[in-house]
Structures are given as structure tokens and as C-alpha cells.
């Protein structure tokens, strides 16, 4: 019903900056949240941030100002613009979505295919 397509991840350096992309496409009028997670090998699946439909976000403290999350209602895509990436940041960067209102893209239904992001020099 929903699929999420993800763009912007690669190699970047410490300390570099990049943008993650994610549009919904098929019944995007259902989705309110959208959402980004990260897991490494071997690690726990971590929030980084989510926006809603009408703005509402939060970022996880580990990330807090340096990542900001921001959306494109219109283009149905959401944006989070990383800045100031550490080594220990690389993962496989996942975008998630829901028709629910929660900030936790953890709990939601629709996952993206995930972009990797590799921060090294």
C-alpha cells in the first residue's frame, strides 16, 4: 500500500555533512510519521529522528544538533540533513512511516530498503 524509497547515503568523511531523502509513493495520504532508524552490524536498531505531517519532530539525543529533520508535505518526502558525522555513525540508515502520530519510527508499519552510510576517512 506504501512503499518508501530512500536516496543520499554513500561515503562521507568525518566531520562531513550529507542529506537522507525518503518519498512515499502508492497511498502516501495515509502517513503521517516518517522517520529515520540506524543499525550497524552486530547493534541494536537506534532512532534518529522523526517529523510528522504537521511538523512535530524530535531527534534522538545522540544526534541532537547536528541532524535536523524537516518534510516536503507537497513532495511527499522527509529530509534529514546530517552535520558534524562521527566514524561511529556508520549504518545501514533505514526510513520508516506510519499513519500514527508517535515519534518513534521504531513502532512503525512501512520500512524503506535502507541506504548505507559509510563515515570514514
Not at 113 to 118: L, R
Request: charged share 15%; proline share 3%.
Amino acid at each position: 500500500q506504501v512503499q518508501l524509497m530512500e536516496s543520499g547515503g554513500g561515503l562521507v568523511q568525518p566531520g562531513g555533512s550529507l542529506t537522507l531523502s525518503c518519498t512515499a509513493s502508492g497511498n502516501y495520504f495515509a502517513i503521517n510519521a516518517m522517520g529515520w532508524y540506524r543499525q550497524a552490524p552486530g547493534k541494536h536498531r537506534e532512532v534518529v529522528s522523526a517529523i510528522t505531517s504537521g511538523g512535530r519532530s524530535n531527534t534522538a539525543d545522540s544526534v541532537k544538533g547536528r541532524f535536523t529533520v524537516s518534510r516536503n508535505n507537497s513532495k511527499n518526502t522527509a529530509y534529514v540533513q546530517m552535520n558534524n558525522v562521527k566514524p561511529q555513525e556508520t549504518a545501514v540508515y533505514y526510513c520508516s512511516a506510519d499513519h500514527k502520530y508517535e515519534l518513534d519510527p521504531l513502532k512503525y508499519d512501512f520500512w524503506g530498503q535502507g541506504t548505507q552510510i559509510t563515515v570514514s576517512s
